[in-house]
C-alpha cells in the first residue's frame, strides 16, 4: 500500500508558477509516478509520468512549460508548473504504479486526494 499526499495547489495569475508536491508513506525507488488532472465534468487525463529510473514523460499540452521530478530519499515527487495558462485550471492528482510510466489513469494502483489549481486570466 502506498498512501500519497499532494500540496502545493493554489490560485495564479496567467504567466505564474507554481510546484505540487506529491508525499508519499513508503520508498518509491521502484515505482512509476504520474500526475493526472481533472475539470470537474470532465474525464481526468494524464499530465507527466517519471519511472523508476526517472525517464519523463509529458502531454503535449504542457510539454516545454511542466517538469516533473523526484527525490526517492524524500519520497516525494514534484511536478514544476511554469507558464500557467487558464486552461491548466483543474484538480491535479499524484499517481503511482510499480516500475513503468503510463499514460494510462486504469494503470495506476495509487492515487492521492488531488490539489486544486487556479489559473486566472
Known amino acids: 500500500q502506498v498512501q500519497l499526499v499532494e500540496s502545493g495547489g493554489g490560485l495564479v495569475q496567467a504567466g505564474g508558477s507554481l510546484r505540487l508536491s506529491c508525499a508519499a508513506s513508503r520508498a518509491l525507488s521502484t515505482y512509476a509516478m504520474g500526475w493526472f488532472r481533472q475539470v470537474m465534468g470532465k474525464e481526468r487525463e494524464f499530465v507527466a509520468a517519471i519511472n523508476w529510473r526517472s525517464d519523463t514523460y509529458y502531454s503535449d499540452f504542457v510539454k516545454g512549460r511542466f517538469a516533473i521530478s523526484r527525490d526517492n530519499a524524500k519520497n516525494m515527487v514534484y511536478l514544476q508548473m511554469n507558464s500557467l495558462k487558464p486552461e491548466d485550471t483543474a484538480v491535479y492528482f499524484c499517481?503511482?504504479?510499480?516500475?513503468?510510466?503510463?499514460?494510462?489513469?486504469?494503470?495506476?494502483?495509487?492515487w492521492g486526494q488531488g490539489t486544486q489549481v487556479t489559473v486566472s486570466s
Open positions: 499517481a503511482a504504479r510499480l516500475v513503468k510510466a503510463s499514460t494510462r489513469e486504469n494503470e495506476y494502483n495509487y
